[in-house]
Structure formats: structure tokens, C-alpha cells
T-cell receptor, first 111, second 111 residues
Framework: GAGVSQSPSNKVTEKGKDVELRCDPI?????LYWYRQSLGQGLEFLIY????????KSGLPSDRFSAERTGGSVSTLTIQRTQQEDSAVYLC?????????FGPGTRLTVL | QQQVKQSPQSLIVQKGGISIINCAYE??????FPWYQQFPGKGPALLIA?????SEKKEGRFTISFNKSAKQFSLHIMDSQPGDSATYFC??????????FGKGTMLLVSP
């Protein structure tokens, strides 16, 4: 596709359930980022993948959060045992240089 | 510790007026300062960016002013239009590191 795509666009889950969010970056982009956007807050960095290097996980808020990137392309963000405070829009971005191109996000609601 | 402080939180400007959004940073290693525009339900999109070797960059109605000694940069939107109504985020990064975002400014341009 022409841009970054994310699925699902909306996800409603119950507290304690696990969720998986998917990101398809722009073809050829070596870097992939996950951010979390809460109401009234900026974009909170979660994790960064660059090529075959070990990911920068410094932004993950707890060990319930994890992410992987398979084959240097698609990425999945997993949140285990979801909590209500996990409710937010999760944004993925990819880049080849300094400009990051964002997907439309996945709105996660934890009931 | 918030590394990029953005103000105001919200802004109402009349059509044809000038919108001004300000950001201040702390990390002197930052060398890339983009502004992103986000419409409801969409991911942020790069609007304009500047590096610290210039004090101003203009693209159409959008101008970034950069003050390295004060560690401040601002976005000016000339002849603001209702279609400019969106949330604007400033950001900063060092090299190819992840972006640190401000908390955003909701701009409303009244007809």
C-alpha cells in the first residue's frame, strides 16, 4: 500500500484480556515505531525497531507490553492482561530517514 | 521529565489571522525539529521541519522560527483557514533517534 496501515481500527476488550495490534509499514522503510496517544496527551514513545538491530524498548510502560517485527516488515504490539489505563490510540510509524510516516492508529478501549 | 514543552494547549483564531504555537526544549543534542498536523481520526502527518543551522523556514503559509540560544521554536500559520483546524504537535530528535513530542495544540479557525 501507499501508506502505513494498522489493524484493527478499533478494539474493545475486557479488562484482563490480551490484545494484539498490527502495523504494516511502508514498503522499504527500515525503521518502525510504536506510540501511544492518550486524550490530552502528546505521543508517548513505546518501542523502536531499526533494521536488524535490537529494538529500543525503553518506552514500554510495563512488562505487559511487548512487540515484535517479523521479517523486517510487519509489526505486532501485544498488551497482556489489559487494564483500563491502557485505553488509548496506538499509533505506528515507519521511516527511511528522519521523517516518520504515521498510520491512522488503533483505538483501544478497555472496559 | 518532559523534554519538549508546547503552548498553548488550545487556540482559537479568526479566519485570515495568524496562528502561533510555541515549543521549548531542554536537550541541546536535539538537531531536528518537525511539526506534525493531526486531523481527528487520522495519524499525524509531517507539516514542516527545521534543523538548527537556520533560524527560519517557510513553506507556503507555514513558517518555523527557531531560536537556538533560547532553545525555542515556533510555528506560524499565516492567513489561517478553517481547513487548518487540527491538532498540531511539535517534536524534536537527535540524529536518527525517536521523536520526543510536545503535548499538542488544538487549533480552531473560526469562519
Amino acid at each position: 500500500g501507499a501508506g502505513v496501515s494498522q489493524s484493527p481500527s478499533n478494539k474493545v476488550t475486557e479488562k484482563g484480556k490480551d490484545v494484539e495490534l498490527r502495523c504494516d509499514p511502508i514498503s522499504g522503510h527500515t525503521a518502525l515505531y510504536w506510540y501511544r496517544q492518550s486524550l490530552g496527551q502528546g505521543l508517548e514513545f513505546l518501542i523502536y525497531f531499526q533494521g536488524n538491530s535490537a529494538p529500543d524498548k525503553s518506552g514500554l510502560p510495563s512488562d505487559r507490553f511487548s512487540a515484535e517485527r517479523t521479517g523486517g516488515s510487519v509489526s505486532t504490539l501485544t498488551i497482556q492482561r489489559t487494564q483500563q489505563e491502557d485505553s488509548a490510540v496506538y499509533l505506528c510509524a515507519s521511516s527511511l530517514g528522519t521523517t516518520q510516516f504515521f498510520g491512522p492508529g488503533t483505538r483501544l478501549t478497555v472496559l | 521529565q518532559q523534554q519538549v514543552k508546547q503552548s498553548p494547549q488550545s487556540l482559537i483564531v479568526q479566519k485570515g489571522g495568524i496562528s502561533i504555537i510555541n515549543c521549548a526544549y531542554e536537550n541541546t543534542a536535539f538537531d531536528y525539529f518537525p511539526w506534525y498536523q493531526q486531523f481527528p481520526g487520522k495519524g499525524p502527518a509531517l507539516l514542516i521541519a527545521i534543523r538548527p543551522d537556520v533560524s527560519e523556514k517557510k513553506e507556503g503559509r507555514f513558517t518555523i522560527s527557531f531560536n537556538k540560544s533560547a532553545k525555542q521554536f515556533s510555528l506560524h500559520i499565516m492567513d489561517s483557514q478553517p481547513g487548518d483546524s487540527a491538532t498540531y504537535f511539535c517534536a524534536a530528535s537527535s540524529g536518527y533517534s525517536t521523536l520526543t513530542f510536545g503535548k499538542g495544540t488544538m487549533l480552531l479557525v473560526s469562519p
